[in-house]
């Protein structure tokens, strides 16, 4: 595979007709999926990168370039690996930009994770470091269609909480209906013969339980008022709500659309590492924790006229600094927009102007798993247009005794309005929205721990978030490395917010640099010869 | 608790507006959820239950009534428990009604759930007895966007593998489309606003990604020909599959509807055991383990004066009997149909004319987890309208080397062809048509092991499946003893198939000896006084 890219091999591949790529497999052509192939040829003995952050990007684009000879410098202002990939356990501290602390108070075994949750199982990258690593997966359960959705506002249907099933199935009765309708008496100019009419009619009646006039007229698939059991309980069917009642409140609108069930990467079948998604940093970090000087804060990017010259107050406080030959750096713009340096103007400009999205989660520790023993919910999302926006249930360590689960999940101006609350308002706050959802709150809550993305020190932001303006303007410019220093990170990606960025970006400027290093020294032999 | 019934009470509670079951748990008026609670009053020492059959259904009334005081005694025909709960592993042994005998070649650790093999999250007393008893669960991940379907037929898009969410999000994309259009044109009747219409359009426009003029001209929610990376690697989508070329394919036929990732059973979430699912029937064993009698084979079971004579061949093969107060049989009806009974003719006739299911199934071992690999598949199911109707990829061990997948799951016609096959065949035809799906098959094959439920002795069949006529004729008679003989097992519910029937006739049984019980004791009282 050596000379051609996996994304060269595949969309090559893709050019061949039919399934030749599974044919080739199974004929033994392919070792394996190409996806994992990640083989340079050639060494970098003697050359020394540094490498700014001992997030995933940093982390990884040390590991490929040591599996290469190369010698790698990980500096890390945090005490601890993984960036924004954090997994908040007892005993957990952090200050946020206004000072505010805390230390967080959670059960030995409980945790949540406060950054990355869930990787898309096609993030073939994410997948191969933890094969790679031996970093076991379980199943996060993203969609559960037993997760409630309540609209603060008015309406039949406001003000309560309703299982997302019965509105998913709801909606698909009355669409298929209206739609069956139309078709049934040529409302629309199909091009389509009597039998493919049926056919559709056939499927729709299918997707939406329709009744044989082709009415929705309710479902078992909503749930049941009483349950099927043994003897003579043959079950109690609710009503379906009226589609009216499902318009006026709003549970069709913006708040509740269902994209975050569709969108490719959110799709089922997501995964999460057994044990919090920092087992993937602490599976990196056995790799190259040897490599990171922990708190150790960059104050000073200097390009040198054979390399890079980094500046950084190490744990102690003393200002210290280190020399390479190449510099990779991860660290997140609005951090780096603080940090000294020669960057070009252009760089500079890139660098001071993509814009990060805010986003703010919350911890919650409870008593009991209420949210499985009363209400059956084992994993997945309940929705609001409160300021929560979201509640997400663990998808581990079913029923256990105790649990957290995240009691907000928010972004923008929810983000930014929860997150400018004191740490106790924000409880409070999470509290008072999340127990209109689940009463049981008030009685088993425990303990929070809450942060504000933008407002964490070392991360000033959840992740890149480009518009198509900054994505024409901004963005090539960080694709080229600014003399010795190359950038990587999910906003060099466009796969933002993503793990899979990170690893990404990460393999592009190790592949970077190892080109400039190999053409270095075909041209060092060629000076020879 | 005690004087009112779990359905009871919840068919009570729901008569109270909103919400106030949630609301009396926060209040602390309920002290978990009353869907556990078994609470029956007084004590049945002194008398001996003898149940006939040591499944979930044997083992669990055991269990209630060993609780409650009762002596029982379970007689089992095979060696294991569980009975259609049964995890084949290395060494499994089998016979087939018609003699062909397996035995099960799989590596350590390696296995398939032969019958149940997934949960819904809302059969209380599945998730309860797995709560109670210790038995961790974890996701099954049964709706995964990533499997194929594959239609063996005519054409453009047959004879071919085709992405679930390929097809799902075209889907989506073309009907909202179309009804966008209808309700747009006012082609529909619509009891609707101004407003309502256009609240309806813009989600009918979220739900298929519709663009601006409100047509469906392809989504990344169907997945990229290349996907989007680092640098400037934008990513690339594949145009939609052409609607009259998805109708003209049969892939939205019968044999693809939807409704198994709809209906309420199969919804998100499922659950599974951790380690396969007889870690419940293990579990239970733990508790009445001591009362099982192994390969005791009922030969006669016959109704005495003052209870029930059970005859039976003992593992030697020598004919002993036990007596009862009462006896439980939980014996599959087709089974129970050649076991001479002084039955009532009522009851004999409704054990010979209950219908079940013919159901087959296939593990099928292969040398690394190409579907993982190679495909990005983790869990779920892919479906094809041939005999293997359906592949089953395992929801646990993700990442690891070696693994089963359960090559065919079918019903019906398709399980008795091929279940009529011999187990070689059986494997020849499993490996032929799941390669059109997988080629991988062909070079990573190791060992299968297969079964047709319908030819398993001591079941005969996978589950009950009653008509309408046959409820109405034969259940209600079941549902009443025959003297001391109470019947209990999935088909003495509205839970055929499922685990929960089997638990929730366990607790009908229970109950139903008890109060008789309780009712003698209560007049030999007051015959006293």
Redesign the interface.
């Known amino acids: 595979m050596a000379g051609i890219s996996r ?1 060269d091999f ?2 090559k591949a ?1 050019l061949i007709a ?2 030749s790529y ?2 080739m ?4 052509l392919l070792k ?2 190409p996806a994992e192939a990640f083989n340079l040829e050639g060494k970098g003995t003697g050359k020394h990168v540094v490498i700014l952050g001992a997030g995933l990007a940093g982390m990884a684009a040390a590991y490929e370039l040591k599996k290469l000879g190369y010698k790698c410098t990980i500096l890390e202002a945090r005490d601890r690996s993984g960036g924004r990939v954090w997994t908040v356990r007892n005993n957990t501290r952090e200050t946020e930009l206004d000072g505010s602390e805390q230390v967080a108070k959670l059960d030995e075994g409980l945790y949540f994770n406060a950054g990355a949750a869930r990787i898309p ?2 993030h ?1 990258l994410s ?1 191969h470091y ?2 790679e690593l031996g970093v ?4 996060y ?1 993203n ?4 997760g409630f959705i309540y609209n603060d506002g008015q309406g039949a249907l406001a003000n ?2 309703v299982r997302i ?1 019965e509105i998913h ?1 709801d ?2 009765g009355y ?2 209906e ?2 069956a ?3 049934d ?1 040529n ?2 100019d ?3 013969t009597t039998e ?1 009419k049926e ?2 009619i ?3 009646r ?2 939406g ?1 329709l009744n044989p006039d082709k009415l929705y007229k309710g479902t ?17 069917l609710a009503d379906p709500f009226e589609l ?1 009642d499902i ?2 409140s709003g549970l ?3 708040s509740f ?3 975050g069930d ?3 990467e959110q ?3 997501m ?1 999460q590492p057994v044990g919090g998604m920092d087992q993937i940093s602490k599976a990196f970090e056995r790799q190259v924790g040897k490599d990171i000087q922990f708190k150790s804060e960059v104050r000073e990017i200097r390009k040198t006229t054979d390399g890079v010259r980094i500046v950084y107050a190490d744990k102690g406080g003393n200002t210290k600094e280190v020399q390479g030959d190449y510099c990779i750096c991860t660290i997140p713009l609005p951090v780096l927009s603080n940090i000294t340096t020669d960057f070009s103007s252009a760089v500079q400009r890139a660098v001071d102007n993509v814009s990060y999205h805010q986003a703010g989660k919350i911890g919650l520790q409870f008593k ?1 798993r ?1 949210w ?9 999302i309940s929705r609001t247009n409160m300021d929560i926006h979201q509640i997400f249930y663990p ?1 581990n360590d ?2 256990s005794k105790k649990g957290t689960l995240v009691g907000y999940y928010n972004f923008g101006d929810k983000a930014e309005k929860v997150g400018n609350l004191s740490l106790a308002d924000r409880e409070k706050l999470a509290l008072k929205q999340g ?1 209109k959802i ?6 088993e809550f425990e303990s929070s721990f809450s942060l504000a993305w933008h407002k964490i020190r070392y991360s000033q932001g959840a992740f890149a978030t480009y518009t198509t303006e900054s994505r024409e303007r901004y963005y ?1 410019v960080l ?1 080229q490395p600014d003399g010795p220093v190359h950038f ?1 990170g999910e906003h ?4 933002t917010a993503w793990m899979a ?1 990170a690893f ?2 990460a ?2 400027s190790v592949k970077n640099i190892h080109d400039r290093v190999m053409a270095t020294q075909q041209a060092q032999v060629e000076l020879k010869n």
Chains 1, 2 share one sequence.
């Open positions: 994304r595949l969309s893709s039919g399934s599974p044919a497999i199974a004929l033994g394996s999926a199982h096609h073939e997948m933890c094969r076991p997966l379980e199943t359960n969609i559960n269609e037993a309560k909480r099933r199935n909606m698909r669409t298929n209206l739609l309708k139309a078709v008496q409302a629309l199909l091009p389509m493919d056919t559709l056939e499927y729709l299918a997707e339980e078992s698939r909503r749930g049941y008022v009483v349950p099927p059991g043994a003897g003579d309980i043959a079950g109690k009216m318009i006026k069709i609108g913006p659309y269902n994209i569709y969108i490719f799709q089922m079948t995964l009991r209420f499985e023993e009363d209400d059956h919910i084992y994993g997945g998808s079913f029923l127990s689940h009463p049981q709150y008030i009685k090539p694709l990587a060099t990606t466009y796969l960025g990404e970006s393999r592009r």
